[in-house]
């Protein structure tokens, strides 16, 4: 097993129980209750790219492919949460991920030949969805740090928020190594 696969698997694992923590620990709260969904959606595309590389499944890439696509929507909500006014791009940003996302899904289920042996197009809008994330997560930096519009943070100060954007940043920025070739598998997801 690579060291893509056993990271993916540790991430599964992670994030499934931080899923498990978090909705049982704030099952009250909407925030938290997203924010576990989402950590369950990543949970379950890791642990079947695990399943997807080591078995050789076709259904397991497709579940792979399904929740990749599935997490960019839910991120976008997430985010877009944070802010206190949902402007124009925001509600688009949401309205498209969802949209499109249910399209290439749709797609996904009908999909007949394997994942990159023909319409190279397809595959790549798949592979890249969650590219959206980091639209939203750069909208929601410039409304904070740069507009200076008011977000919903209760749980971390405005002091400590920069920390907070430079990690999200470094990991959705690192997730990205898996998916260009040309960046190399140095850094895993």
């Known amino acids: 097993m690579n060291l893509l696969k056993q990271t993916a698997l540790i ?7 931080i899923s ?21 959606v990543v949970s379950v ?10 078995l050789q499944s076709r259904l397991a890439t497709d579940i ?11 991120a976008v909500m997430l985010l877009g ?8 791009f925001t509600r688009f940003l949401k309205w498209s ?12 289920a009908f999909a007949v030949q394997s994942p990159y042996d023909s319409s190279p197009f397809f595959w790549l ?9 980091f639209i939203q997560f750069f909208n929601l930096v410039i409304q904070d740090v740069f507009l200076k519009r008011n977000v919903n943070f209760e749980f971390v100060s405005r002091q400590k ?29």
């Open 81 to 88: 949460g944070f802010l206190s006014t949902q402007d124009l």
């Open 11 to 17: 991430l599964g694992f992670a994030s499934l129980s």
């Open 125 to 133: 809008l798949v592979k890249f969805w969650p590219t959206m994330i």
């Open 161 to 189: 928020r920069f920390l907070l954007y430079l990690g999200v940043a470094l990991v959705l920025g690192c997730c990205t190594f898996d998916h260009i070739p040309e960046l190399g598998y140095f850094l895993p997801s």
């Open 64 to 74: 792979h492919l399904f929740f990749n696509i599935l997490v960019s929507p839910l």
């Open 45 to 54: 595309w890791a642990l079947s790219f695990v399943a997807g590389a080591t």
């Open 97 to 108: 991920s969802w949209v499109g996302g249910t399209v290439l899904a749709v797609m996904l």
């Open 20 to 40: 498990a923590w978090v909705m049982v620990r704030g099952w009250r709260k909407r925030i938290a209750l997203e924010f576990g969904v989402v950590c369950l």
